[in-house]
T-cell receptor, first 113, second 112 residues
Framework: DGGITQSPKYLFRKEGQNVTLSCEQN?????MYWYRQDPGQGLRLIYY???????QKGDIAEGYSVSREKKESFPLTVTSAQKNPTAFYLC????????????FGSGTRLTVV | AQSVTQPDIHITVSEGASLELRCNYS??????LFWYVQSPGQGLQLLLK??????LVQGIKGFEAEFKRSQSSFNLRKPSVHWSDAAEYFC??????????FGAGTTVTVRA
């Protein structure tokens, strides 16, 4: 079955370390997105990519970086510059044709200690 | 810029009772509108969507939503809730560039 795979499901890191979250899709979707979710704040857009080798900042890009070297993959790096990285991170994708909304992965919960 | 407001942070409903979740959006053109549901620790699942046409849309799990342009609303309803409907619900508005903006969510608790 097609879908989006986020790994790992839980991630623990020490403060000051960079960490990379994986997002892979086999839906042949062109666009991919990273959201951060905090209690009571909904989903906030970090970065998005509508085509390979191109990506744009979302509303809260500071302290994060991404790459899009393959259509299927859109990894997110949480750098040491991110002041409050502990959160639930969601990856999503959509086709570039008729907009049917996003398909979401199951998320990665990052805890920085 | 587009935005979504979900006025109710938390709703408690008895099993078998009806449920209505409110959503108001702000967008200059005809919006793409969505409702998603999220169980704890999981991703979001699409319940239903509205693009155009009939303003009453049917979704999965017995949910429906009505688009009211004059009120900039897209409220979600279910006639009879089940305990499994306890979850967080997100309304979202989308634009032609395929970006979605989400509301803060409404948590639904179902009591026996």
């Amino acid at each position: 079955d097609g879908g989006i795979t986020q790994s790992p499901k839980y991630l623990f890191r020490k403060e000051g370390q960079n960490v990379t979250l994986s997002c892979e899709q086999n839906l042949n979707h062109d666009a991919m997105y990273w959201y951060r979710q905090d209690p009571g704040q909904g989903l906030r857009l970090i970065y998005y990519s509508q085509i390979v080798n191109d990506f744009q900042k979302g509303d809260i890009a500071e302290g994060y970086s991404v790459s899009r070297e393959k259509k299927e993959s859109f990894p997110l790096t949480v750098t040491s510059a991110q002041k409050n990285p502990t959160a639930f991170y969601l990856c999503a994708s959509t086709t570039s044709g008729t907009f049917y909304g996003y398909t979401f992965g199951s998320g990665t919960r990052l805890t920085v200690v | 810029a587009q935005s979504v407001t979900q006025p109710d942070i938390h709703i408690t409903v008895s099993e078998g009772a009806s449920l209505e979740l409110r959503c108001n959006y702000s967008y200059g053109a005809t919006p793409y509108l969505f409702w998603y549901v999220q169980s704890p620790g999981q991703g979001l699942q699409l319940l239903l969507k509205y693009f155009s046409g009939d303003t009453l849309v049917q979704g999965i799990k017995g949910f429906e939503a009505e688009f009211k342009r004059s009120q900039s609303s897209f409220n979600l309803r279910k006639p009879s809730v089940h305990w499994s409907d306890a979850a967080e619900y997100f309304c979202a508005v989308g634009s032609n560039d395929y970006k979605l903006s989400f509301g803060a969510g409404t948590t639904v608790t179902v009591r026996a």
